[in-house]
């Protein structure tokens, strides 16, 4: 008689006890902290090339207004700070992958093989989309919100009383950068989010459709808090966070055809 389960389902190492798990835990953040430290010491020397790419569109549009294209620090140490951030920035995105693979490393062994096969494209498929979102944030929401704010200088005309010119400190302008890179790539994130929890069994698509008038004034918070209060900016969060939402509930339905299926087929094996 055969066994329900063939060979390639067999959970690779589900006897170890706990002491052991917690040391391949310590040392898979020891490795993962290893690789961060590493890679931030290797970004620090590149860390003005870094800024000088991350300060282009403020440049761009300063630029355009026959500004002045620059920025200023004010305190002694800032300078030193914010390429000690630009470090840190860049040390975690280029060790992601690394500790993304570390942490598989110590999940994976309590996985069935066909559900590491499962879970494999959304591994593969939330570094890209949080590139995507960093991108969209960097290319097209960024210039329009640093549009936005410039559009209170003044050119001290006959018509204005004092003169009101930007003057941006490095320190600022890296930290509001940052936040809106982080920011779209984190919400980038929601169809991987979404999907997985599907899958699991903790959403259906059926709940996801019915908490849409909810999730549409969430978003509407969550963009008027990440973007700078230009209406724009919040309409094309919000656009795209909601289709975002969509296209998750679309991909749970998927789950749920196939997870259906396979029952279906289960049945029918059963039954025969």
């Not at 959970?11 to 490795?31: C, D, G, V």
């Not at 440049?59 to 500004?67: C, G, I, Y």
């Not at 989010?193 to 509407?220: D, E, P």
Request: charged share 15%; aromatic share 14%; glycine share 6%.
């Amino acid at each position: 008689m055969k066994n329900k389960f063939d060979e390639s389902d067999e959970i690779e190492s589900s006897s170890a006890p706990l002491i052991e798990h917690l040391s391949e835990l310590r040392s898979r953040l020891i490795w993962c902290l290893s690789a961060f430290v590493v890679c931030m010491i290797a970004v620090f020397p590149f860390s003005n090339h870094v800024f000088n790419f991350l300060a282009n569109p403020i440049v761009e549009l300063l630029a355009m207004q026959e500004r002045p294209t620059e920025l200023i620090f004010t305190g002694m140490q800032q300078g030193f700070m914010v390429n000690v951030k630009i470090s840190l920035f860049g040390g975690f995105i280029l060790a992601f992958p690394f500790i993304g693979f570390q942490l598989w490393k110590f999940v994976a062994p309590g996985l069935y093989k066909k559900e590491k096969m499962a879970f494999l494209p959304f591994l593969l498929a939330s570094p890209i989309l949080f590139f995507i979102g960093s991108a969209f944030a960097f290319y097209i929401v960024l210039p329009l919100a640093f549009d936005f704010f410039l559009s209170f200088q003044n050119s001290n005309d006959v018509n204005d009383l004092v003169g009101i010119s930007y003057l941006g400190t490095i320190n600022e302008y890296l930290g509001l950068t940052m936040k809106f890179i982080l920011a779209f790539g984190i919400c980038f994130q929601l169809p991987v989010l979404l999907t997985l929890m599907g899958k699991a069994g903790l959403v259906s698509s059926h709940f996801l459709s019915g908490f849409r008038k909810y999730s549409m004034v969430s978003i509407l918070i969550v963009s008027a808090l990440v973007t700078p209060p230009d209406v724009i900016t919040q309409l094309i969060l919000f656009s795209v966070v909601y289709s975002l939402y969509e296209l998750s509930i679309l991909l749970v339905k998927m789950v749920e055809k196939k997870r259906e299926k396979k029952l279906d087929e289960l049945d029918k094996e059963n039954f025969s």
